[in-house]
């Protein structure tokens, strides 16, 4: 899918300013001309891949790298100027470089580029963004393996095992004199073999979900038994209000943390209780929607009052994992039920962390593939096909519906792969990623 783009773009590739440093690229035909223009220290003679330091026309001073088009991360002619990041620099020389023929750059515009230039097909793009998002060293090691090419080689793989098969098809029925009837034991061997492949691939797929949504805990408890507490003493900060007023806690509070090499998402919770009041009310209805979103619940009890019926109630009807949280043990000699934790103290805080790493899935970053909606959504319909084929050739239905389902497999690889792709989903992929990339 190559695509002649006309037009030289130009955007900061680097993020919030001021900064020390901003790095501006722009790619296209004209890139050098440009680059030329607002250079005033062009070598005689030039390389490309050198770092060259001069002034800039805007009297800004930096580096320039020059990258021919086989080398640049577009496929086209790129430069890029580092220069003092201001917003007064870096406007001056985007302004300066319009003028003389370059226009802003879409969000997502260069990785588009490289796209359809042929530098990366599109699960390296889509890998590029998951890169940038990834909020925990494991989801950017898993997202920088898709990068590498980790879904790109298994879907080539896939692919040229099948339009071998498909080869074998149309032989044994064009020329099945010459060549023979299809070896069905052959053709249904390499299907269970692909079958196991894609069975691996979209076992990743429920954590590849938990990764990109973040695991959701939801502290969940009876007013006043230190919900709140317990998430300032995770994040080691007071985010929520806590005072002895049971049904504190009105809204629900969500913030990030990291367990296991998961992004979590803790949401603090009002009190569940016979609600005082309309806007109580709304409060613990948000609650009992927490309990049911929840991936995993933290059930909170006030140790000093014990383990009660309506938190037995509560906690027995909780369908998702949970742990159950004995609070304020500080005040009681007795061990209660479930993990001792006294947000006084930190008591308990480590305990409450490996308890919760248990019921998060394991992450194997050599092994595992981090799978977007998109691909799951093809490999699972890729998965189907190739049970149908399998289904097809061990009863030796017609080699029609064989080279029809295998055929739809091929594009629905292309479509992973982005060969042949719908343009309005690529779009909506490039749209989401920031300016710049
Ligand atoms: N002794 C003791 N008191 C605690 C502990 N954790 C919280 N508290 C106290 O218990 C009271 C309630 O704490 P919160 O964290 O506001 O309780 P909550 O469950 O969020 O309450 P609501 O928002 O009303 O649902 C406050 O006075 C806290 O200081 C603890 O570990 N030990
Ligand atoms: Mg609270």
Redesign the pocket.
Known sequence: MLKDFKDTIIAPVTGVQPSAVAILRISGSQAIDISKKVFSHWPSEFKYRYAYYGTFKNSDDGLLIAFENNKSFTGEECVEWQIHGSLASIQSLIDLSCREGARFAKPGEFTMRAYFNGKIDLTRAEAIKDSIDAKTESHFRLASNVRNGKIYLECLDIKKSILKILAQVEASTDFSEEVGDLNTLEVSEVLTLLLKKLDLLLNSKSSSKLLRKGVRIA?V????????????MCLGRAR???????????DTIEESIEIAGFPCILV????LRTARDIVEQIGIDKSKDELENADIVWY?Y?A?LGWSTEDQEVYGNITCPKIKIA?????IRLIPEGIK?????SQGHQDLMLATKKLVPGIDIENQIYLNERQTDLLEKIHNLMINSLHTIQNNYSSDLLSVDLYTVIRYISEILGESANPDVIQEIFSEFCLGK
């Open positions: 502290l408890g009876k007013p006043n038994a230190g919900k709140s507490s317990i998430l300032n929520a209000i806590v005072t002895d007023i049971p049904g504190t806690t009105r603090d919770t009002a009190g909170v006030d000093s609070n304020k043990s500080d005040l934790i006294s947000t006084f103290t």
